[in-house]
């Protein structure tokens, strides 16, 4: 009897410490992703150059790639001077780490023949074409980062990252980072510890540029917390998706009041939601047919906001149109600043051609042109 209790103490102490790393991996990926998101996108230091003009305007680009890995976060990062922002001046790779409570750090890669892959963030083809043996790092660049509240704060170690740049020896970097904003202070030395290349005065100051910020009369404040529990779990488990219907006009632009969520998803993905959602389950995965189409459907309802989730799998428009979906081509869109998956603009126009549905094509087609 005292074995057994013994060996049942130990179980539970063993399993109490399973339960425990998998809580704290969690925390660890969503602190990462957080970190993530505020790289990612678009940052001008248009308002700086106004300020004073010995800062140039500078346009910033990063965008996630390899999203399929799970050693990290993986950021295409490209600078240019604003006027010519076609031709970047710098190329990188930045592989997102959390070593360790309130540190992250951001290895350092560079790029073989770089300006292929000039506009990759826009750029589907260029994306795909990025392979790791195309990177090399650079030993010693590496930046670290400590966060103090919504705060990162770090840069280079000392004198560790080499540079050939103007007679440089070495190069040092130093960050601030938080929502909307980014400073960065990249400067050369040569060996004797004089300044040769870089800003003189201070830090390069970035503005956050949001894509198609969204207000709370479009989208509710309840629909971003399901929109955000729902990417948390995608994410986790590298579920292919893309949003469509109304969100996926938001996103590109429109003002449609948003009702419900529109998700494609493979058949196979359904029913693994649906195990993981049980207690947000309104109708498990079923046949669902109506008088326009005919679709696989699992129905959630998460902070009081029904979620349609299809299969791309078997769609058919009535009466016997069938669609044919590859998630693979979904676009890469921001949501509050951070990288979504929406089904294409040409995709959705075409959709709603075979529903005839003439106003909301129109007003689609009109986003299209603006984009061009």
């Given amino acids: 009897m005292k074995k057994n209790l013994i060996s049942l103490i130990t179980i539970l102490i063993i399993a109490g410490c399973t339960a425990a790393h998998k809580t704290d991996s969690a925390k660890n990926y969503r602190e990462l992703e957080d970190l993530a998101s505020l790289m990612t996108g678009k940052f001008s230091s248009e308002l700086q150059s106004k300020a004073d003009s010995s800062y140039f305007n500078i346009s910033l680009v990063m965008t996630p790639i390899w999203t399929e890995r799970n050693d990290g976060k993986w950021l295409y990062v490209e600078q240019a001077v604003a006027a010519n922002a076609g031709k970047p001046y710098r190329q990188r790779v930045y592989h997102l780490q959390h070593p360790s409570k309130d540190t992250f750090t951001s290895e350092i890669y560079t790029i073989k023949d770089p300006l292929v892959f000039a506009g990759l963030q826009n ?169 326009e189409f005919e679709i696989w459907l699992l129905q959630l309802r998460i902070e009081n906001i029904d979620i349609d989730i299809n299969a791309v799998e078997d769609f058919i428009i009535k009466p016997a149109i069938k669609i044919e979906t590859n998630i693979e081509n979904a676009v890469d869109l921001l949501f509050e600043n951070r990288p979504v998956k929406a089904q294409p603009l040409e995709d959705i126009i075409a959709y709603k051609n075979l529903l005839g549905r003439d106003k909301d094509v129109q007003e689609l087609i009109d986003l299209s042109l603006k984009r061009t």
């Fill in 123 to 291: 750029d589907k083809m260029k994306k795909d074409k990025l392979t790791f043996d195309l990177i090399e790092l650079k030993d010693g660049c590496t930046v670290t980062l400590k966060k103090q509240g919504d705060t990162y704060l770090g840069g280079t170690d000392s004198d560790k990252c080499p540079s050939d740049l103007r007679g440089a020896k070495y190069a040092t970097t130093k960050i601030i980072l938080k929502k909307g904003m980014l400073e960065s202070w990249d400067q050369g030395f040569d060996a004797s510890g004089k300044q040769v290349w870089g800003a003189a005065k201070r830090l390069y100051f970035y503005e956050a540029i949001m894509n198609n910020p969204i207000d709370d009369e479009i989208i509710s404040e309840n629909h971003r917390k399901a929109i955000h529990i729902l990417l948390d779990y995608l994410e986790q488990q590298s579920i292919e998706y893309q949003f469509t219907g109304g969100l996926a006009g938001n996103l590109f632009g429109s003002r449609w009041k948003l009702h419900d969520i529109d998700i494609e998803v493979h058949l196979e993905s359904l029913y693994t939601i649906e195990k993981a959602f049980q207690p947000f389950v309104i109708n498990s995965v079923h046949r669902y047919s109506d008088e």
